[in-house]
């Protein structure tokens, strides 16, 4: 067994993914913005809770200083922490596309460089990033966002070349659609009263997008773990049979083709 931590911890994707660990008798670090708000997590055996805000380098460093000096040594970091903005692009506000970028994006790159010096001295670690089935094939009212996730994607590709001679892993973890937080309650939404043409395309966006299948965010904890024990020199895995379609039909089927499916299924 090892030493895991998870970046937003406190729900969904990241919540199940530590739990799972636990269960298995890895020593689990979950970190979250409010650790004081999940007492239940911190009773568990195996679990520890630390504060860590993705888009605040100090508490970043804080954390990743308090969990080396109690655990001693990590094997493994889980960047789940995520947000998600969905809406008509022009309506988006330079705010909440900042937000996209500074948790998704540079909240990423910011705990992986914080956590490098750690894996580097032992030769050996892994990341593993949530990415998304929006990083390699969009829909549509999802542009900041899939934006974000096609980032994930690239530096997680090209960063893996540069790690794997010091004994570096990345791989990357792509969901299709999950009950969580970041696709449910917490789903922003951009939008403005006086910009209504997008109104008739994003209502049945909106209606489609809700009747999709909800499936439980285990299945994603249980492909993480798969990806950190299998042993394999893999970068990609996707979770759910809605990601493995629309990564198969571009593939099979070429952009234009996959564009007009979607278009099709969204918003005809």
């Known amino acids: 067994m090892g030493t895991i931590v998870i970046t937003g911890a406190s729900s969904g ?7 799972h660990f636990a269960e298995r008798d890895w020593r689990v670090a979950a970190t979250m913005r409010a650790p004081d708000e999940h007492p239940e ?21 804080r954390a990743r200083d ?5 655990m001693g040594a990590v094997d493994v970091v889980v960047n789940n922490a995520g947000y998600a903005l969905t809406g008509p692009f022009e309506a988006a506000t330079d705010a909440q596309i900042r937000r996209e970028f500074d948790t998704n994006v540079f909240g990423l790159m910011a705990v992986t460089r914080a956590f490098l010096p750690h894996f580097r001295g032992r030769r050996a670690g892994m ?4 990415s ?4 390699r094939a969009t829909a549509p009212f999802l542009s900041p966002y899939a934006s974000t ?26 969901p299709g659609r999950f009950k969580t937080d970041v696709g449910g309650r917490s789903l922003d939404r951009a939008s403005r009263d006086d910009l209504l043409d997008y109104e008739p395309a994003w209502n049945r966006f ?16 249980e492909t993480v773990f798969g990806a950190v024990t ?3 020199d893999r970068l990609r895995y996707l979770v759910g049979k809605d990601a493995e379609w629309s990564v198969w039909y571009r593939h099979e089927h070429g952009d234009d083709a996959y564009m007009a499916r979607i278009a099709e299924h969204y918003l005809a």
């Open 230 to 232: 299998d042993g394999e």
């Open 206 to 221: 909106w209606k489609a997008w809700q009747a999709q299948e909800e499936r439980q965010p285990e299945l994603v904890a």
């Open 13 to 19: 994707l990241g919540r199940a993914t530590a739990l």
């Open 41 to 61: 997590l911190a009773a568990l055996e195996n679990v520890r809770l630390y504060r860590l805000d993705v888009t605040d380098i100090e508490s970043i460093e």
């Open 132 to 135: 998304s089935t929006a990083g």
């Open 66 to 70: 308090a969990i080396l000096s109690d």
């Open 127 to 130: 990341f593993v990033n949530m």
């Open 149 to 174: 996730k096609f980032a994930v994607e690239g530096f997680s590709e090209a960063v893996a070349f540069e790690l794997r001679e010091l004994g570096i892993q990345v791989k990357v973890v792509e």
